[in-house]
């Protein structure tokens, strides 16, 4: 009897209101995924047997080697990179190594129209050689309008996310391992293959599955530059045909895809492990590099930097200036406005929730705290328009089953009120970016610790007296991350978007798709140029605050 009532004891411990409400949520959250899954087991109709028959191997084969390409591609460019700037100094080192985070600031759909037009006959790059030589140019040589143009887009903008976890993971090794490894004769390659490679391998799987993740989740680059692929797949069910059965279809391919990316990733990562528990650690020291070695590490360095961030933020500029008279109107302010809107909202929203089942984690421990935060971090792996085409099935039915009750209040009620509103659009920015957000306050509650937290509890204050006294005045800087980092994300977003946001509603992403998808390349340049510079200030303002801790800060 005792054992029994001990166990209901710390049964109700648990069965707080934070814990309650975590499970209500994830619970929620899990609820389009599971209908888009469900999708492998629906009879195909005429559409879908269409698709397997004649389309769906093609949209396959292109996925699969626009994510094999570009995550080789960003795997060498980012690890290559990271090791230039923590192992070498040399010319404009403390500036590349911040600045080579910036082509996250630009999504890669601007990035793919930037370069068209940059490379088109009536380009600059075309211009300029017809202008200052007598060569006769093959246009077809600066055509980027395929798959391999695909691949260098999404490089030139995703390498960021190997560069910046490699060069977090190499910047606090300790320096014993390469010295040793000089000592026994091998060379600064030589050390990179045997020594950097083994050390950073988790953290180049970890890179490498965002960047596949990323590519699963385009539709803007793909669908500009004429691709066939599993997201325009989707796009053409839904929009074209209007047959929400196949789109479901074809988004439980893209979650088997999403679902191989991530297997792949833990079979990358494998058992290894490193540590230095009997090492005294030595931060890395910089080797100078002089002459051709310096101007080769700096003009590999200028190179990504220019390709990924200068050179379309400069021509996004150069139209801004050409268009802005004709562009620059009441329609676009209230495109910024909506963009704002909806990504506060959102974002607040995301901070709140993620506040509420990081508490909850913190305070169970346990295997609900690694449920919680598995089952969260897999919506982000989710493309977009998988997760819209859910949300939307969703709405779908609560119409259905809540539609007599607000047609009995107004007789006019719309059939499709929950579907047709901005709320759809914002619960499915909760589902997409959720991981953000509670990895950020989760991350600031580990580095708070439980201390605190455990002499309050021990002063006799409960659990929602602790956290507003002592744990909310210790976690502000988590939540201004975790809130800042979801606004960036929304307001880059595009495919999620443009299948939910309601009629005539535009963001400053679906308003330059738009442009550009009308040929109209110089005209969507404002509204990309204002996305661009907002990520970039707030990506640097992030990079700055978390780069304090890191040894040989810029």
Not at 399 to 416: E, F, G, M, V
Not at 496 to 524: C, G, H, W
Request: contains cysteine.
């Amino acid at each position: 009897m005792r054992y029994i009532l001990n166990g209901f004891s710390k049964l109700k411990y648990k069965l707080n209101i934070w814990s309650l409400s975590s499970i209500v949520v994830i619970l929620i959250l899990t609820i389009p995924s599971l209908s888009v899954f469900s999708g492998l087991f629906y009879p195909g109709n005429s559409n879908w047997i269409h698709f397997k028959a004649y389309l769906l191997s093609d949209y396959i084969s292109n996925t699969v080697i626009l994510i094999s390409s570009v995550g080789i591609a960003a795997a060498i460019s980012g690890t290559l990179l990271a090791w230039l700037v923590c192992m070498y100094d040399f010319p404009g080192r403390r500036f590349f190594k911040w600045a080579l985070i910036l082509p996250l600031s630009i999504p890669p759909y601007m990035g793919a129209y930037t370069y068209a037009g940059i490379f088109d006959y009536t380009g600059p790059v075309q211009t300029l050689i017809r202008q200052q030589t007598s060569w006769s140019i093959d246009p077809r040589h600066f055509d980027i309008m395929s798959i391999q143009g695909a691949s260098f887009i999404f490089t030139i903008f995703l390498f960021p996310y190997v560069y910046m976890l490699v060069r977090s993971f190499l910047v606090n090794q300790s320096s014993s391992m390469l010295e040793s490894s000089r000592l026994l004769g091998s060379s600064g390659i030589s050390s990179f293959f045997a020594v950097i490679v083994p050390l950073s391998r988790v953290s180049i799987a970890g890179g490498v599955s965002l960047v596949m993740l990323e590519v699963l989740n385009d539709y803007g680059v793909v669908k500009y530059l004429g691709i066939p692929a599993l997201s325009t797949a989707i796009f053409k069910a839904w929009f074209s045909l209007g047959d929400i059965q196949t789109a479901i279809k074809l988004s439980s391919y893209l979650m088997l895809a999403v679902c191989i990316v991530l297997i792949l990733e833990k079979l990358l990562r494998g058992r290894r492990s490193f540590s230095y528990s009997s090492t005294k650690i030595r931060p890395l020291n910089a080797t100078k590099l002089h002459g051709l070695h310096a101007f080769g590490a700096t003009t590999v360095c200028a190179l990504f930097f220019s390709a990924g961030f200068l050179v379309p933020l400069l021509q996004l500029a150069s139209w801004s200036f050409k268009t802005y008279a004709s562009v620059f109107d009441v329609d676009l302010l209230k495109a910024g406005f909506q963009s704002a809107l909806t990504a506060g909202i959102a974002a607040l929203l995301i901070t709140l929730l993620s506040i509420i089942i990081a508490n909850s984690s913190r305070i169970s421990k346990g295997l609900a705290s690694i449920a919680y935060s598995r089952i969260i971090s897999f919506g982000y792996s989710i493309p977009g328009a998988v997760i819209a085409i859910g949300v939307l099935s969703l709405f779908v039915y609560l119409d259905r089953i809540i539609h007599p009750l607000y047609s009995s209040i107004n007789s006019s009620a719309p059939s499709l009120l929950l579907s047709g509103s901005i709320l759809m659009l914002i619960f499915a920015y909760v589902v997409r970016f959720m991981s953000i957000g509670y990895n950020s306050i989760d991350a600031g509650f580990e580095k708070n610790g439980r201390s605190y937290y455990e002499a309050s509890r021990t002063l006799g204050m409960n659990i929602t007296q602790t956290f507003f006294k002592v744990d909310m005045k210790m976690l502000k800087p988590a939540i201004a991350s975790a809130f800042i980092l979801v606004f960036v994300d929304i307001l880059k977003e595009l495919p999620l978007t443009l299948i939910l946001r309601p009629f005539n509603f535009n963001t400053l992403s679906t308003k330059a798709f738009q442009y550009a998808n009308d040929e109209m390349v110089q005209e969507a340049s404002i509204a990309s140029l204002i996305i661009v510079l907002i990520s970039a200030v707030l990506i640097l303002l992030l990079n700055k605050k978390n780069s304090k801790g890191e040894h040989n800060a810029f």
